[in-house]
């Protein structure tokens, strides 16, 4: 007798040797198969931490294995609570496990739609990758569409309504996107592992100890609060001191004025793309296709950038150069919109001494929530963590947290004035002796105060 597809385990589980979690384990054909499909392996070629690599040198890990990480911690979350909350043992709110598959799936594939340097070219040129996603698993053309396909009619609908939040199972829905999911925890751990931090660290083991389905979503029962603290904790700081770092902003900032003046130098004059930069011509035209978008990885742009670097246009040629090279813009920290008048100044000044303030300055914001509870005037609002209670009933963590509480629905914002360091370090300036005078006056207005330089 054949058996379905759905139900074909390996004969022999296969694993993947992996640094965060030691061994990952596949024992579906289907998972197999998604791992092998072209959209997966795509992956591999495209950094998890985008610009980040520029300040800590060692992130140069990928989306590949970021999403079998998430595969992962999602598959032993599924074998605790068969093993321990399912349906059989604790009634309605426990865990089906035939939820299994698509669970794993959706881990599997949460990212597959990220792009070269996704975040910084999402802006550009208005792509999204959630809504890529989710056609990279719906579209018949594609092979993880396919594969999923395989498994029963409407399959693939299903893994991309978990993307969605729209999926009616919430504990599946919670275990790939909540406030601490299997997407968050392998990301905070491996970020951490590869850019040779300890921020990101907590105690992962205690964690899965400590979760736990109800009928609503997923819980963490109430003595492994201070595991939950830890967590909430090291993803504040991992934002503070890793992702929201300076330099790494800066080369974000860089990026997106290098793709800015790609394409608004195609408006004028196309052809100086067209013999060297064919696969960036559907995003510079605004009529990419998805087999277009799964051409670019961060390999092929930067290619484009080093073709770029020779090219005639000075700003082009520049940023490009200065991309390749590492060589960030400046940046002074400062607060309140009492001070824009000043900014604008320093950007005059910038002009003045021959940079176009356009593509060399920038007001970049970096913003996040360590930690949201329900608050129910807000349209759209995050996913809260409960604590459950010997009895089964909830504590939202907040409540019962002095630690949380103090983080609770707190704005961590960084504004920042980038500009050209030589406006600040006359060694780098030719024509120094020539603009004496407004160097002198932009760096007084850095240095006195009104605003914050930032060193690196």
């Known amino acids: 007798m054949t058996i379905p597809y759905k139900y074909q385990l390996l004969p022999i589980e296969k694993v993947f040797r992996d640094p965060v979690h030691n061994y990952i384990h596949v024992q579906h054909q289907v998972i197999l198969d998604l791992i092998n499909s072209k959209e997966v392996q795509r992956l591999r070629r495209i950094k998890q931490l985008g610009t980040t690599s520029y300040t800590f040198h060692g992130a140069e890990h990928s989306r590949f294995s970021h999403s079998l990480g998430v595969y992962e911690i999602s598959r032993r979350i599924c074998d605790i609570f068969q093993r321990n909350f399912s349906r059989e043992k604790i009634g309605a709110g426990g865990w089906d496990d035939q939820e299994r598959l698509v669970t794993l799936c959706a881990a599997l594939l949460h990212d597959v739609g990220h792009g070269a340097f996704s975040h910084t070219f999402e802006h550009i040129f208005q792509t999204n990758h959630e809504a890529i996603t989710v056609e990279i698993i719906t579209s018949p053309q594609t092979e993880v569409?396919?594969?999923?396909n395989r498994v029963e009619e409407g399959f693939p609908e299903k893994v991309a309504s978990v993307i969605t939040k729209t999926y009616p199972n919430p504990q599946v829905v919670q275990m790939i996107s909540s406030q601490i999911d299997a997407d968050r925890m392998d990301y905070l751990l491996r970020d951490a592992y590869y850019t040779g931090t300890e921020y990101g660290t907590f105690d992962l083991t205690r964690i899965l100890r400590v979760i736990r389905p109800y009928e609503g979503g997923i819980a963490f029962s109430m003595n492994g609060m201070h595991a939950v603290e830890d967590y909430?904790?090291?993803?504040?700081?991992?934002?503070?001191?890793?992702?929201?770092?300076?330099?790494?902003?800066?080369?974000?900032?860089?990026?997106?004025?290098?793709?800015?003046?790609?394409?608004?130098?195609?408006?004028?004059?196309?052809?100086?793309?067209?013999?060297?930069?064919?696969?960036?011509?559907?995003?510079l035209k605004q009529q990419f296709t998805l087999e277009d978008y799964l051409k670019l990885d961060d390999g092929v742009l930067t290619t484009y950038f080093i073709q770029w670097s020779e090219e005639s246009d000075v700003v082009l040629s520049d940023l490009a150069k200065r991309w390749l090279n590492r060589k960030p813009l400046k940046s002074a920290s400062f607060t309140g919109e009492n001070q824009l008048p000043l900014i604008e100044k320093l950007r005059d000044l910038v002009e003045r001494v021959g940079f176009n303030p356009k593509y060399y300055t920038a007001i970049n914001s970096s913003y996040d929530l360590p930690y949201d509870f329900y608050r129910p005037e807000l349209g759209k609002h995050?996913?809260?963590?409960?604590?459950?209670?010997?009895?089964?009933?909830?504590?939202?963590?907040?409540?019962?947290?002095?630690?949380?509480?103090?983080?609770?629905?707190?704005?961590?914002?960084d504004q920042r004035f980038y500009f050209p360091k030589e406006m600040v370090d006359p060694?780098?300036?030719?024509?120094?002796?020539?603009?004496?005078?407004?160097?002198?006056?932009f760096a007084s207005h850095i240095h006195n105060g009104a605003l914050v330089e930032s060193t690196f």
Do not use: W
């Open 145 to 148: 569409y396919q594969i999923l």
């Open 232 to 283: 909430i904790v090291s993803r504040y700081q991992m934002y503070v001191q890793v992702y929201f770092h300076a330099v790494s902003r800066s080369m974000e900032v860089l990026l997106e004025h290098l793709l800015n003046r790609a394409h608004e130098l195609f408006q004028e004059t196309p052809e100086i793309f067209e013999h060297h930069s064919q696969l960036m011509l559907p995003f």
């Open 382 to 413: 995050r996913t809260q963590i409960e604590l459950q209670q010997k009895d089964g009933s909830l504590l939202e963590l907040s409540k019962v947290s002095q630690l949380v509480s103090a983080l609770a629905g707190q704005e961590q914002i």
């Open 427 to 441: 060694s780098t300036q030719d024509n120094y002796d020539l603009f004496s005078d407004t160097y002198r006056e």
